[in-house]
Structure formats: structure tokens, C-alpha cells
């Protein structure tokens, strides 16, 4: 039986993952703007301008890797953006198949509905997930062409990536002048939202009304630009998918600074660069791949990264948890949410978790979290081999993803901002179902691109009804910082300490107290 299930789990991932960058659109007129940097030609399909490609930072190469992100220089002429830019470099998952990856990757995507560059319509960035290590704002499930059409200007970006964006190094450390190494993908997400605030109003979008949104490894960036004093004054709204912290979790990750100095000297030994008389320099002469190669030796797709967000003190002054505790995140409207099977899509096609017994379940629960594991195993048994997996999977979804989301709506309510909460659902017809409402599913719906690729949600009533109430609702929410509007299901605004949410399946319905049974020993495995 686990055999068949992993089987099939396997080729649903490795199809759902072959999200193949495009190569622009046939029978399209072309549209030419001028921007800060110089002219841009971009193309116009259904009503929607599409601009792909655009940098928004100078290449972070040779003597930049591992530094701030630099602006980039003009261009002269009109600068080709009818197909996506490189993908940053990184290693080979079954999640997604990219194929275009050059360490010249700062680029971003805009498509937008606007026909005057006086439109000032509300402008939302997407931040794509990845575990920080894999993706690309250029995956065919992001295409915004069909949530532009809800008249919203859609920005994709990519941001450095693993060991090239979130490497910590003592010497990277002393050469920062500021006793600090590593958040280099944030960085660039903060310059990719500055290049929002100085040029989106050529494409008829409003500088002064953006949201960010972003899934999984992007959906806990929203929540650490949240905390940022360097993203402050640069969004209005926020939404965090199925992202948010991952402190109820224990996932063994450098979550400082000096500890993930340790990682970068592992690097430093891997790469050979020991012996060097300028190990920085050394580093920086190795090619992309050979340091994407050199620190994901031991990489599992299904595991937790080493190459991660870090408080540094300057990016992120302290734990985002900690600080949103303290009620010192931005006060801005939050849309957050998490969806009702999160662990299946990691869990599924691991053999060791098919193969495991009960005892070996219990020892697993007690090896992360040591102090509590009694009170773990009553809120998650396993009663023999065959409840294991179910168990795991309920594990992975409350306390590594609803926990962090719980956290983050509670304390953005306690402070006054307007929370709203959803669960989604929906599980489709399709060999997927096995999987229920797994991590990333609602992305399908959310960008109106149920056929990305191999992947193929039915175009049911049924999916495209909720596919079509999620965009309004998400846009709505980016125009009015309310997600609510004419004959659309009431979204209820969220209160603190178990308050409504809506669940997003068919029939639409709310419900209050998510996974209230489960806030006592949230709290008490997490820092407060």
C-alpha cells in the first residue's frame, strides 16, 4: 500500500514540479515604456502588458557575491523584456525543474492592465517560495497575467538563493563593517521593492499602495521585511502563505549569525579555499556552480536548509518571533493563512517515514523536542506503523506552518492591525488528492493557473469558481486592505486568541478557534 503511495507521490512531485520558464507569447503585440535605467519592450496579450526580465540590481558577481546588492547601469537603445531572465543558480529538487540559471539573476517580472501610466493601481509583489535554496519568480505557476486582469499590477521577483544568498562568514562578517554576514536574498528582495517605489508608476501602477505576498520560504520573508527597518515605508499590506516562522518546528538551522559563521567556514573547507592566503577571494573565484555543488552535498529537497534568513542585527535586528511578540513589526494590514495538509507533499515519498514504527515515531518526536515530547505524542499519538504517517503529517502542518501563522495573526490583531485568517481546503480531482490540500496547492488557485505545465487541476465549476473568488479576494485585499467586496462570501476580520478564519474549499464557510487545542504547547515550545 506505502509502497504504491510513494510511487505516485513521487510522480505527482516530479510532474508538478516541471515548471518550465516560458519563452514569451505567440501572435502578441509589443509595448515600449520607458523606465529609470532606459527603454523596455514588453508585450501585450489579452488586454495585459507583460514586461519579463528586467534587472533590478547590478549582476551580484566577481567582487559583488556576498555583498549588498548594487544598483544597475543604464542601458542605451531598448532593452528585449519579452522572455524571463536567468533563475538564480541552485541545486537540482524534484519540487521544480530549472533549467536557465546564471548567477546574473537579479531580474523581475510586471504585467499589468493599466493603459496610462496615470492609473495608479495598487501594485502587489510576489516572493516565491523554495525552502531559500530553489525557485524562481519566472515559474510557470506564477505567471500573473490572469491575477493582473483583476486590475492589480503583479511584480515576480527572484533574490539570491542557498549559499549564494545567505552565506555567513567571519571574514564576510569583518568586511561588512557592521559585524554581520548572510541575508543577501533579503537584501535584494528590499532593493527589487525600491525599484517598485521608483519605477512602477511607469506601468501605471501606485508606488504608494503595495503588498507583498509571498509562499512558503517567501511567505517568511514577508513576515522578516515585516520586522526590517531597511523594507520600513516600502509596503502597505502583507500576506504570508503558508509561511510565517518555523520556531514551533525545531529544524536544527544557524538562526544567528555566529552560529552560521560555522556553515560558511564549512563552505570555505569544501570549496578547498583552506590554504588560500585570501579565502574570501579564493571563494569568490569559484564559479556558481561549483558553490552551489560544494554546499548541497548532503541536500535532501524534503529537508530544511542550513542557507537561511539570520538575525544579523542589521536586516533582522532580532528573532521575527521575539519581535513580534513585542508588537515590533510594521503595523500594516495582514492577510495570513495556511492550508489543511502542509506536510503530506514532504512526508509522502520519504521511505523512512513509510518504514517507520511506532517506537521509532516516538523517538523521532522525542529527539526534537526533548523537554516536551510527552506532551507532543497526547496532541499527535501514533497508535501502530499504519497511523505513523498521518500522525507526522498533522505534526509537520500545525507546528511547523499554522503555528507561525497563529503567532503572527494573533500578535498583528493584539497590536491593532486588521488580520484576516483562511485555511485552505480544497482538494481537486486528480491523482493529487492524495496528497489533500498540500503545501503550495492554493498558488494554482490563487494565480488562476490551474494548467502550469504537467500539472492539470480540472477546470471544473467547482475550481474555477474558487480559483476566481481567491483572486478577488486577495486583490481586494491589495486595493482596499480589506478582502471583502460586492458579492463575495463574508470574510470575517480576525481576533486574537482563536478568532474566524475562512476556509477556502467548495462550499466557502468560516469557522473560529483553529487548532485552539494546540496553542498551549505552541507557546510553550517556542520563544515568547
Not at 539573476?105 to 492592465?113: A, D, G, I, Q
Not at 491575477?147 to 562568514?169: C, D, E, M, Q
Not at 501606485?206 to 520573508?221: R, W
Amino acid at each position: 500500500m506505502w509502497k504504491k503511495i510513494v510511487l505516485i507521490i513521487s510522480v505527482i512531485a516530479v510532474l508538478s514540479g516541471s515548471f518550465i520558464t516560458c519563452a514569451g507569447y505567440s501572435k502578441a503585440e509589443y509595448k515600449v515604456i520607458n523606465i529609470k535605467s532606459g527603454s523596455i519592450r514588453g508585450t501585450v496579450e489579452d488586454g495585459v502588458s507583460a514586461f519579463l526580465g528586467i534587472p533590478y540590481a547590478a549582476p551580484p558577481t566577481g567582487e559583488l557575491r556576498w555583498r549588498e546588492p548594487q544598483a544597475n547601469s543604464p542601458w542605451d537603445g531598448t532593452r528585449d523584456c519579452t522572455k524571463y531572465g536567468p533563475a538564480c543558480p541552485q541545486p537540482k529538487t524534484i519540487f521544480y525543474n530549472v533549467d536557465n540559471m546564471n548567477e546574473d539573476c537579479l531580474n523581475l517580472n510586471v504585467w499589468t492592465p493599466s493603459q496610462s501610466s496615470g492609473d495608479k493601481l495598487p501594485v502587489m509583489v510576489w516572493i516565491h517560495g523554495g525552502s531559500f535554496t530553489t525557485g524562481a519568480g519566472s515559474l510557470r505557476m506564477y505567471e500573473g497575467k490572469n491575477l493582473a486582469k483583476n486590475g492589480v499590477v503583479i511584480v515576480t521577483i527572484n533574490y539570491r538563493l542557498g549559499p549564494l544568498g545567505f552565506l555567513s562568514h567571519p571574514l564576510l562578517s569583518k568586511e561588512s563593517g557592521r559585524s554581520a554576514s548572510g541575508n543577501y536574498g533579503l537584501l535584494d528582495q528590499i532593493a527589487a521593492l525600491k525599484w517598485v517605489k521608483q519605477n512602477i508608476a511607469d506601468f501605471g501602477g501606485n508606488p504608494d499602495n503595495v503588498t507583498i505576498f509571498g509562499e512558503s520560504a517567501g511567505g517568511a520573508c514577508v513576515c522578516d521585511l515585516m520586522v526590517s527597518p531597511l523594507a520600513d515605508g516600502l509596503f502597505q499590506q502583507a500576506v504570508s502563505e503558508s509561511g510565517s516562522f518555523s520556531d514551533a518546528y525545531p529544524s536544527y538551522r544557524e538562526d544567528t549569525v555566529a552560529k552560521a559563521e560555522g556553515t560558511g567556514l564549512e563552505l570555505q573547507s569544501k570549496l578547498g579555499c583552506d590554504g588560500a592566503a585570501d579565502p574570501l577571494a579564493a571563494m569568490r573565484s569559484k564559479t556558481a556552480d561549483e558553490v552551489v555543488r560544494a554546499a548541497y552535498l548532503d541536500y535532501s529537497s524534503g529537508g530544511a536548509s542550513k542557507y537561511r534568513p539570520v538575525v544579523d542585527g542589521w536586516v533582522i535586528p532580532d528573532n521575527p518571533w521575539t519581535m513580534f511578540s513585542a508588537g515590533k513589526q510594521v503595523k500594516v494590514p495582514l492577510l495570513i493563512g495556511t492550508n489543511a495538509d502542509e506536510g503530506s507533499i514532504f512526508l509522502m515519498p520519504d521511505p523512512k517515514v513509510l518504514k517507520m514504527s511506532r517506537q521509532d515515531y516516538e523517538s523521532y518526536v522525542k529527539s526534537l523536542y526533548p523537554r516536551d515530547y510527552e506532551a507532543v505524542l497526547t496532541l499527535f499519538p501514533a497508535s501502530d506503523s499504519q497511523s505513523v504517517l498521518q500522525a507526522m503529517i498533522k505534526l509537520r502542518t500545525i507546528m511547523n506552518f499554522s503555528a507561525g501563522a497563529l503567532h503572527a495573526a494573533d500578535t498583528a490583531a493584539d497590536c491593532g492591525s486588521k488580520v484576516y485568517m483562511y485555511q485552505f481546503s480544497r482538494v481537486p480531482n486528480t491523482m493529487l488528492k492524495l496528497a489533500g490540500a498540500f503545501h503550495g496547492l492554493e498558488i494554482f488557485y490563487l494565480f488562476g493557473n490551474l494548467r502550469a505545465d504537467r500539472v492539470a487541476i480540472p477546470d471544473d465549476r467547482t475550481d474555477l469558481a474558487l480559483s476566481k473568488t481567491m483572486m478577488q479576494y486577495w486583490t481586494n485585499f491589495a486595493k482596499t486592505s480589506d478582502p471583502n467586496g460586492t458579492q463575495l462570501p463574508q470574510w470575517p476580520v480576525y481576533e486574537a486568541g482563536g478568532g474566524k478564519y475562512i476556509i477556502l474549499d467548495e462550499p466557502l464557510t468560516t469557522s473560529s478557534g483553529l487548532y485552539s487545542a494546540y496553542y498551549d504547547l505552541i507557546k510553550k515550545v517556542t520563544p515568547q
